[in-house]
């Protein structure tokens, strides 16, 4: 099993203002920066609740019929989903893993700040790709939180764009 993160940051290091709003981020993403040929290697999307509230601003649905699973503990809403291959799992990170795993899943992508917070510190994530986008905004919420040991990166590629984007992949250390 793959699993990946790919993530857009303010460049200090916000995935989103504290309420979740994520007006600094490029109008669709800014120009193409290899997302379409990430979300095309990945079997399934995971996302925690309040991505996914967020997620369902969005119009048209961003992932199109790519599976998406939203982790909630409690009920989830899905009636506004249009298109939409989504549902809905609980239970920890290696839970989430053994059952996606069970039903084919070879590529994951993880998104939104606490559940790619709570996968690190499992030790489940083997690749970050994180773009900075060209502005600060002070405060908001933070792409990493605080972990139990360090996590050591191995630096894979960085790319710069002309719209000032910086995207860089970093391999995690299995070694830990």
Same mark, same amino acid.
């Given at each position: 099993?793959?699993?990946?993160?790919?993530?857009?940051?303010?460049?200090?290091?916000?995935?989103?203002?504290?309420?979740?709003?994520?007006?600094?981020?490029?109008?669709?993403?800014?120009?193409?920066?290899?997302?379409?040929?990430?979300?095309?290697?990945?079997?399934?999307?995971?996302?925690?609740?309040?991505?996914?509230?967020?997620?369902?601003?969005?119009?048209?649905?961003?992932?199109?019929?790519?599976?998406?699973?939203?982790?909630?503990?409690?009920?989830?809403?899905?009636?506004?989903?249009?298109?939409?291959?989504?549902?809905?799992?609980?239970?920890?990170?290696?839970?989430?893993?053994?059952?996606?795993?069970?039903?084919?899943?070879?590529?994951?992508? /993880?998104?939104? @700040? !606490?559940?790619?917070?709570?996968? &690190?510190?499992?030790?489940?994530?083997? %690749?970050? +790709?994180? $773009?900075?986008?060209?502005?600060? /905004?002070?405060? @908001? !919420?933070?792409?990493?939180?605080? &972990?139990?040991?360090?996590?050591?990166? %191995?630096? +894979?590629? $960085?790319?710069?764009?002309?719209?000032?984007?910086?995207?860089?992949?970093?391999?995690?250390?299995?070694?830990?």
């Amino acid at each position: 099993m793959k699993i990946s993160v790919f993530i857009g940051t303010s460049l200090d290091g916000f995935i989103a203002r504290p309420n979740g709003d994520l007006d600094f981020l490029p109008p669709g993403g800014g120009e193409p920066h290899g997302y379409n040929e990430f979300i095309a290697s990945v079997d399934a999307i995971v996302i925690g609740r309040k991505t996914f509230e967020t997620v369902l601003t969005m119009k048209p649905w961003p992932y199109g019929d790519k599976r998406v699973v939203v982790l909630s503990s409690s009920p989830v809403d899905f009636s506004s989903v249009v298109g939409g291959a989504v549902e809905q799992m609980a239970g920890s990170p290696s839970e989430i893993v053994s059952k996606l795993a069970a039903t084919g899943a070879n590529h994951l992508y /993880i998104d939104g @700040g !606490i559940t790619i917070q709570r996968f &690190l510190r499992a030790g489940l994530i083997q %690749r970050l +790709i994180i $773009t900075r986008v060209p502005v600060l /905004i002070g405060e @908001g !919420i933070p792409l990493f939180g605080s &972990l139990p040991h360090d996590i050591r990166l %191995r630096h +894979i590629a $960085t790319k710069q764009y002309p719209s000032g984007l910086v995207s860089s992949e970093y391999q995690v250390d299995a070694s830990r």
